[in-house]
């Protein structure tokens, strides 16, 4: 997970507003849109909550399926950064799918925690929202 870049919400006391969060994204808060949307639309992926689990990591919008959580979406200058924890069977799964290369590299080098392998990655144009949907896909299915 080296080389991630920094949360641009670290420290404040409040979840970003809708202003806030568009000029941090910057140009890829339409990738943000467009995520979001076509994960609601395609998975059923649709609620939504901000949280922060301490100064130091700053704030994150989890995406969540009833009480389940799918992943997790931090905003930095330009871009963000998605991560997801995914269980055997999920990391399994993926690794005989069509992700892009890089995202398997990921996966398989992910550290593993009790909530599953850690996988974490920027998303910074809207060549990258595929891979995400596809992960997404696979957490649900598993």
Same mark, same amino acid.
């Given at each position: ?22 000029? %941090? ?39 969540? $399926? ?24 999920? $990391?399994? @799964? ?8 890089? $995202?398997?590299?990921?996966? %398989?080098?992910?550290?593993?925690? @009790? ?7 920027? $998303? ?11 992960? @997404? ?6």
């Amino acid at each position: 997970m080296s080389g991630l870049r920094p949360n641009a919400f670290v420290g404040k006391p409040k979840a970003p507003t809708a202003e806030e969060l568009a000029a %941090e994204l910057g140009p890829a808060k339409s990738v943000w849109d467009q995520l979001i949307a076509r994960l609601a639309a395609e998975s059923g992926i649709s609620e939504q909550e901000w949280n922060s689990y301490s100064q130091k990591a700053g704030w994150a919008l989890r995406l969540k $399926v009833k009480k389940r959580n799918i992943l997790y979406l931090s905003p930095f200058h330009g871009g963000f950064s998605v991560a997801f924890a995914l269980g055997d069977k999920a $990391v399994s @799964a993926a690794c005989q799918s069509t992700l892009p290369k890089r $995202v398997l590299r990921i996966i %398989e080098d992910g550290r593993k925690y @009790a909530e599953g392998t850690a996988v974490r990655f920027e $998303v910074t144009t809207a060549q990258d929202i595929q891979a995400v949907v596809k992960l @997404a896909s696979i957490k649900l299915q598993y």
